[in-house]
C-alpha cells in the first residue's frame, strides 16, 4: 500500500501563488507516474498535470499551461505543484495521484490506483 499525503492548499486572492506538495510513503519501490488531478463543485475530476518518474516528461491540461509547473523527486516520491496567477476558476480540490510506471505518465484517473486526501484551493477575486 502506498499512501499520499498532500499539504499546502489554502485560499489566495486571484493572480496570486500557491505550491502544492505530495509526499509518498508505505511500499513504494520503482518508478512512479504522478499527477495531480483536481475537482470543482458540480464537475467531473479532471487532469491538471502529470510527470514521469524521471521528471524528463510532463503533461499540462491547456487551462494552466505557463501558469502551473509540476516536478518530482522520485527519490522520495515526491511531487509538487507550483501554480502562479491563479484564476477563481482554478478553485477545486486538488488530489494527487500516483501509480507504478516504467516510463512516461497516465493522463486517465481510472490508471491511477493511489490517490491523496485532496487538499482545498480556493482562489479569490
Known amino acids: 500500500q502506498v499512501q499520499l499525503v498532500e499539504s499546502g492548499g489554502g485560499l489566495v486572492q486571484a493572480g496570486g501563488s500557491l505550491r502544492l506538495s505530495c509526499v509518498a510513503s508505505?511500499?513504494?519501490?520503482?518508478?512512479?507516474?504522478m499527477a495531480w488531478f483536481r475537482q470543482a463543485p458540480g464537475k467531473e475530476r479532471e487532469l491538471v498535470a502529470a510527470i514521469s518518474g524521471s521528471g524528463r516528461t510532463t503533461y499540462y491540461t491547456d487551462s494552466v499551461k505557463g501558469r502551473f509547473t509540476i516536478s518530482t523527486d522520485n527519490a522520495k516520491i515526491t511531487v509538487h505543484l507550483q501554480m502562479n496567477s491563479l484564476k477563481p476558476e482554478d478553485t477545486a480540490v486538488y488530489y494527487c495521484?500516483?501509480?507504478?510506471?516504467?516510463?512516461?505518465?497516465?493522463?486517465?484517473?481510472?490508471?491511477?490506483?493511489?490517490w491523496g486526501q485532496g487538499t482545498q484551493v480556493t482562489v479569490s477575486s
Open positions: 495521484a500516483a501509480q507504478r510506471a516504467y516510463t512516461g505518465y497516465y493522463t486517465r484517473d481510472s490508471l491511477y490506483d493511489n
Open positions: 508505505g511500499r513504494t519501490y520503482g518508478n512512479y507516474a
